[in-house]
C-alpha cells in the first residue's frame, strides 16, 4: 500500500510492537519490579509512582519505533513513486551554495536521488537541517536548529558562471530579521522586481559582479506570477552552476514533495533556457 504521508501507519506499527512477547513480557514485569524496588528504596509515593513512570517509558519507546518504522515505509514508497533511489554522497552537497555549507553543524536525512521530469538531469532530494551553536550566560553551549527540505542539482556543468550568486528566499518581517542569517556577510545587493506580489512575498539577493540583465531575464513575468502564487512558495539559491531549491520544514507528504520536484524541474529549465541564450550570444 503507497504511503501518501510520513505518518502513515505509525497506529499500526504501534499495536505491531506492543504485540511482540518481549514488550508484552515488559509492560507485565516490569512495572511489578519498579514497584518493588520503588517501595524499598523510597516509600509508598515512589512505590505508586514508579510503575506508572516506567510503562509510560516503555509506550513511548514503542512510539518513537512506530514513527521510525512509518517514516522509512513512506520514503520506500516515495522513492518508488517519484523513480528515484537512496544516496549518502552528502560532502559535495556543502560545498555548493551558502544554505547547505551554513552553521555550525549539518545534517541530511531521507536522501533520495533521481531524473527530474524531463531534463534529464539528476536531482537529490533530502531532509536537511543546520545547527547553530550559541553559548548561554553560563558559558555553556546551546544549539539552535534549522530546517529544511531541499532539491539539488548541477545545471551548468563545463561553463562559465553566468549566475554567479542568486538567492531568493521568503521575505522576512521583524522577528525573522532577529534569526540566524546565513547569507549575512556575503556582500550581497536585493534586487526589486516589478511586482508587487513578488516583492512582498520574496527578497531576491543577488552578488555585485551578477549581471542585471541576465538576472532580470530569468525572472521573467511569468516566472514572477508563478513564483508569487505557487502553493509552496519555493526558494532557491543558484551559484556557479548549482542550484538548490528549498522549502523551510521537512515536507513529510507525497504530494507536496511532487510540488517540490515540479518547482524545481521548472526552475532548472528556465536556467538552462537563459544558459542557452546567453551561450548563443556569444
Not at 503507497?2 to 505491531?16: D, I, K, M, T
Not at 512505590?47 to 509506550?59: D, E, F, G, K, Q
Not at 547547505?100 to 533521481?114: I, N, Q, V
Not at 549581471?211 to 551559484?239: N, Q, S, Y
Amino acid at each position: 500500500m503507497r504511503r501518501a504521508h510520513a505518518n502513515a501507519g505509525r497506529r499500526e506499527h504501534f499495536r505491531g510492537t506492543l504485540r511482540r512477547p518481549s514488550v508484552t513480557t515488559a509492560l507485565v514485569l516490569a512495572p511489578s519490579a519498579a514497584l518493588v524496588l520503588g517501595a524499598a528504596t523510597a516509600g509508598a509515593v515512589a512505590a505508586l509512582a514508579a510503575p506508572v513512570v516506567v510503562v509510560a517509558a516503555i509506550l513511548m519507546w514503542a512510539w518513537q519505533r512506530a514513527e521510525r518504522a512509518a517514516a522509512r515505509a513512506f520514503w520506500a514508497a516515495a522513492a518508488e513513486a517519484i523513480g528515484f533511489r537512496p544516496f549518502c554522497e552528502l560532502g559535495e552537497l556543502q560545498r555548493t551554495t551558502p544554505l547547505l555549507g551554513a552553521g555550525d553543524r549539518r545534517a541530511f536525512s531521507h536522501e533520495l536521488k533521481g531524473p527530474l521530469g524531463e531534463l534529464g538531469l539528476e536531482a537529490k532530494l533530502a531532509h536537511y537541517r543546520y545547527e547553530v551553536r550559541h553559548e548561554d550566560s553560563d558559558g555553556d553551549g546551546l544549539w539552535t536548529q534549522h530546517r529544511f527540505t531541499i532539491c539539488a542539482l548541477e545545471v551548468e556543468a563545463a561553463m562559465p558562471p553566468f549566475f554567479r550568486g542568486v538567492y531568493l528566499r521568503a521575505r522576512r518581517g521583524i522577528v525573522g530579521r532577529g534569526g540566524h542569517d546565513w547569507l549575512q556577510g556575503r556582500r550581497l545587493r536585493e534586487v526589486e522586481l516589478e511586482s508587487a506580489d513578488f516583492t512582498d512575498a520574496y527578497e531576491l539577493l543577488a552578488t555585485r559582479d551578477q549581471d542585471d540583465g541576465r538576472l532580470r531575464e530569468l525572472f521573467d513575468p511569468r516566472t514572477i506570477v508563478w513564483l508569487a502564487e505557487h502553493p509552496l512558495r519555493p526558494h532557491f539559491e543558484l551559484r556557479a552552476g548549482f542550484l538548490v531549491v528549498y522549502v523551510r520544514g521537512h515536507l513529510e507528504d507525497l504530494g507536496r514533495l511532487v510540488w517540490l520536484l515540479e518547482a524545481t524541474e521548472r526552475l532548472a529549465a528556465r536556467v538552462r533556457t537563459e544558459i542557452a541564450e546567453a551561450v548563443a550570444a556569444r
